[in-house]
């Protein structure tokens, strides 16, 4: 399905749960840490539209966390094929924010929300996935998607629903645009210019 720094997802059947999930083998044993903590977090999560995750193995190798699987294409893919129209943004803001408004409602933050963690189905119905830096508000930042990042979180301020609100318009403007929201110098300026 895909691959990050930490692991690379794999779509699996669970012949238990009778149901298709993602297998997201870790890269190195040494993410192992991480990984347990996006489990902690993700286990917790109990919010329409956010991937829940099923299980982990961290005991011996290969190490791997097991994940709903939410039929849809990330938005960062998607935009490149479809261009999106001023009801389909209107659309995919609406049910993102409602779908951000009951994460935080339920005292978690993203951490992480942009193109890459938001998956649209084709009526551009939005789902959240990667836990991995999910946290309770206030909790500190551990890094994030630069071109989104909230320009707080890079002088070390703690995560906030405000900062996910921040990259959700961030990634929003950039998926309508067809380019980052902002230019020149300023907290995160040697970010990653290419669109989240």
């Known amino acids: 399905l895909g691959e990050g720094g930490l692991a690379t997802s794999w779509l699996a059947y669970d012949q238990e749960r009778h149901l298709d999930v993602v297998l997201k083998q870790l890269h190195s044993d040494d993410f192992a840490d991480a990984a347990r903590l996006e489990f902690g977090w993700a286990?917790?999560?109990?919010?329409?539209?956010?991937?829940?995750?099923?299980?982990?193995?961290t005991s011996h190798s290969p190490k791997y966390l097991v994940l709903e699987y939410i039929e849809g294409e990330a938005l960062r893919e998607?935009?490149?094929?479809?261009?999106?129209?001023?009801?389909?943004?209107?659309?995919?803001?609406?049910?993102?924010?409602?779908?951000?408004?009951?994460?935080?409602s339920a005292d978690f933050t993203h951490g992480d929300v942009s193109g890459g963690n938001i998956l649209v189905d084709e009526d551009w119905r939005p789902s959240l996935i990667d836990f991995g830096l999910a946290a309770a508000p206030g909790?500190?930042?551990?890094?994030?998607?630069?071109?989104?990042?909230?320009?707080?979180?890079?002088?070390?301020?703690?995560?906030?629903?405000?900062?996910?609100?921040?990259?959700?318009?961030?990634?929003?403007?950039?998926?309508?645009?067809?380019?980052?929201?902002?230019?020149?110098?300023?907290?995160?300026a040697d970010r990653d210019p290419s669109p989240p």
């Not at 286990?43 to 193995?57: P, S």
């Not at 909230?150 to 318009?169: I, K, N, W």
């Open 43 to 57: 286990n917790k999560i109990r919010v329409a539209r956010c991937a829940r995750v099923w299980d982990i193995q």
């Open 78 to 104: 998607r935009i490149r094929r479809a261009p999106l129209t001023v009801d389909s943004a209107r659309f995919l803001a609406a049910s993102a924010l409602d779908i951000l408004q009951e994460l935080h």
């Open 139 to 188: 909790g500190k930042s551990r890094g994030g998607t630069p071109a989104t990042m909230a320009p707080e979180l890079f002088e070390g301020s703690r995560v906030t629903p405000q900062s996910d609100m921040y990259s959700l318009a961030c990634t929003l403007l950039t998926s309508m645009l067809g380019r980052l929201p902002y230019v020149g110098p300023g907290p995160g």
